[in-house]
């Protein structure tokens, strides 16, 4: 099993959708977790921490369901230029440096 | 802030040759990271240092791999010989002590290809 997991998409959607994409992690004592944006043939770019209470930032809306294991994100009222790759990133508890990336789900938004 | 500055951005060698990567990592931050991303494996670490000195080097794929880090502004990642399996973009990424909470900053990486 692999240690972050992401549908890989892609999601299609019109603009000022909402669109959510979920994301599981497999080590429980997981500590910190994040999401990144990558653009196409651009570095990964952080996006938001997500925090135990759930955080929002403008139109993003990030969760963490401990219980379940997984990370959410929430993009409201979609723009075409959030037309990107998102990566589900988790730090390992025993290594308080190294992060975990995800493979990314592929986010399209069309006029 | 210049960010993490990497060199070249595109490389393109033959099966067999010595490829260098370079990196320079924010001004100020003592950690730094080498990732490889590939479209099967996604992004991999592959070393990370932390005040010059290599603390986890278990990602590095073999031996044809190495690294150093002289000084808190420089880093190489360096392949030899390079084999076409080893096409694929190397980030680099610097962050303050390894903190995670604010998550790293890449640089533009390098897109190698070995034909």
């Known amino acids: 099993r692999k240690e972050v997991e992401q549908d890989p998409g892609p999601f299609n959607v019109p603009e000022g959708a909402t669109v959510a994409f979920n994301c599981t992690y497999s080590?429980?004592?997981?500590?910190?977790f994040f999401w990144y944006r990558q653009d196409c043939r651009k570095e990964p770019k952080l996006l938001m921490s997500?925090?135990?209470s759930g955080n929002e930032d403008g139109r993003f809306t990030a969760q963490l369901n401990r219980a379940s294991q997984y990370i959410s994100l929430l993009i409201r009222d979609s723009k075409l230029s959030d037309s990107a790759t998102y990566l589900c990133?988790?730090?390992?508890?025993?290594?308080?440096?190294?992060?975990?990336f995800g493979s990314g789900t592929r986010l399209l938004v069309r006029p | 802030d210049a960010g993490v500055i990497q060199s070249p951005r595109h490389e393109v060698t033959e099966m067999g040759q010595e490829v260098t990567l370079r990196c320079k990592p924010i001004?100020?931050?003592?950690?730094l990271f080498w990732y490889r991303q590939t479209m099967m494996r996604g992004l991999e670490l592959l070393i990370y240092?932390?005040?010059?000195?290599?603390?986890?080097d278990s990602g590095m794929p073999e031996d044809r791999f190495s690294a150093k880090m002289p000084n808190a502004s420089f880093s190489t990642l360096k392949i030899q010989p390079s084999e076409p399996r080893d096409s694929a973009v190397y980030f680099c990424?610097?962050?303050?002590?390894?903190?995670?909470?604010?998550?790293?900053?890449f640089g533009s990486g390098t897109r190698l290809t070995v034909v």
């Open positions: 240092f932390n005040n010059n000195v290599p603390i986890d």
């Open positions: 997500v925090y135990s």
């Open positions: 001004s100020g931050h003592n950690s």
């Open positions: 990133v988790v730090n390992l508890s025993n290594s308080s440096y190294k992060l975990i």
């Open positions: 080590n429980s004592a997981s500590q910190s």
């Open positions: 990424a610097s962050s303050h002590s390894g903190q995670t909470v604010y998550g790293y900053t």
